[in-house]
């Protein structure tokens, strides 16, 4: 009786876990496919230490995957029951990272996109910091995602001085 209820607990869990990388990571793939490819980014003289598209889109992944990864690990501890600002710093770092692509890749609004990287920096620091008291595994996994800003932010300064 007790190992079966321990199973349907892990089926649960592997089932939230899956939700909850799987939704900010299908959200990027259609946000990368549906806006992700720009033409003057691509074709554009740039230096070697600028990342190439594909490296762009891969770090827009990992960083999804990371903070839908620590999202649960906040979920878990019932972290948004608790702290519930601790959810809409994550929703919005999500949400903000989705629309820098049809920002500055469609609309061509390099400016804006640039204050969009700064509101997706502060959201995930806000994130860290907010996951760090409730769990310090998923304020960890934050911390690289800082990285994923900072990249799209190069990326800006390039298509706004080209």
């Known amino acids: ?3 079966q209820k321990r199973s349907v607990m892990a089926k649960r869990g592997l089932r939230s876990l899956g939700l909850a990388v799987g939704l900010p990571l299908s959200l990027t793939l259609l946000d990368i496919a549906l806006f992700g490819s720009n033409i003057k980014y691509a074709t554009m003289e740039k230096p070697f230490w600028y990342p190439p598209l594909w ?3 891969s770090a827009c992944l990992v ?3 990371l903070i839908g990864l620590s999202a649960w690990l906040v979920w878990v501890e019932g972290g948004f029951h608790r702290n519930p600002t601790a959810l809409l710093l ?3 770092a999500v949400a903000s ?10 609309a061509g609004a390099n400016k804006l996109g640039l204050v969009v990287c700064a509101a997706v920096f502060g959201l995930l620091v806000g994130c860290m910091r907010s996951f760090k008291t409730i769990n310090p595994i998923a304020g960890d996994l934050v911390k690289p995602c800082l990285l994923w800003p900072l990249m ?6 390039k298509l706004v001085y080209h």
Do not use: T
């Open 55 to 57: 490296a762009l889109h």
């Open 152 to 157: 799209l932010s190069l990326v800006n300064f």
């Open 1 to 3: 009786m007790k190992g």
């Open 90 to 92: 994550c929703l919005g």
């Open 63 to 65: 960083a999804s995957s």
């Open 97 to 106: 990272g989705l629309s820098w692509d049809p920002i500055v890749f469609r």
